[in-house]
């Protein structure tokens, strides 16, 4: 059986069911459905102000739905009952900003939660901090403050800080939206390299080349609904509906 064929048989990781939200007269998201399997990269594009990010944000409980499920792994995280922080260890979420404590160094950016909400001790996080770091190339980082850090570097420490709360789902926001052009690049090999060691992944960006090479599935969001999805070949070559084609004609103005 392909591994795609394998992931059809599976139960999603992650579940979004018929989501409604609403700032008061503003709708921004309309009975949204989507379902992400383990190990899936699903990249999500569209216009700005489609629900592309509302979307992810609800996915974690920072933004409340106003009706919908959510399912994490099979248990609806809609229900109220359950523990937020527990949940957002298991959905890690990386931001168009870094969000990083300014008066602590690198090292101390990624144990800090590991210590605190995962009671881990000091030299076992600083140990697994120390090889994260490594992975997202900024190893000889570790004692430099993010004011010292580049605009790249300071989100690939954004981005290592998430994976040491050890989640099942990493969520990306538009992660390369607020760096100089020269410096996507890095981020975006991070991305890469995170998405073939199997990470379930969740991205909204503009990056069209990551959304061919890296997505299994690219979603089109506008309106405040999923107007087209399927392999990147598809919907980025192909597309079937007027709206997607506008979105991608523009795209190539730019």
């Known amino acids: 059986m392909s591994s795609s064929a394998t992931r059809a048989a599976e139960q999603p990781i992650l579940e979004l069911r018929d989501i409604h939200l609403a700032f008061g007269n503003n709708v921004v998201l309309k009975g949204v459905d989507l379902a992400v399997q383990r190990g899936e990269v699903v990249v999500i594009v569209g216009p700005s102000g489609g629900g592309k990010s509302s979307l992810l944000r609800c996915a974690n409980l920072l933004q409340r739905i106003d009706s919908g499920q959510i399912l994490l792994e099979g248990v609806d995280l809609s229900s109220g009952s359950l523990n937020e922080n527990q949940i957002r ?24 939660a590991p210590r605190r909400v995962l009671k881990e001790s000091p030299a076992d996080a600083e140990v697994r901090g120390r090889e994260y770091l490594r992975k997202v190339g900024l190893a000889e980082k ?48 991070v991305m890469k390299d995170l998405a073939k ?44 509906q007027e709206r997607t084609k506008q979105f991608l004609s523009r795209m190539t103005k730019h």
């Open 89 to 112: 260890q298991r959905v890690g979420m990386v931001f168009q900003h870094y969000y990083l404590f300014p008066h602590l160094n690198v090292l101390k950016n990624l144990t800090l």
């Open 142 to 189: 570790a004692d430099h403050y993010p004011d010292q850090l580049s605009g790249g570097q300071q989100q690939r420490v954004a981005i290592a800080r998430a994976l040491m709360m050890q989640p099942h789902v990493m969520l990306f926001d538009e992660a390369t939206s607020a760096l100089d052009p020269e410096l996507v690049g890095e981020v975006l090999a």
């Open 197 to 240: 060691s199997g990470m379930t992944m969740l991205v909204v960006t503009h990056e069209m080349g990551f959304a061919r090479e890296v997505g299994d599935r690219v979603v089109l969001m506008a309106g405040g609904n999923i107007v087209e999805q399927g392999p990147p070949s598809e919907v980025l070559d192909h597309p079937k």
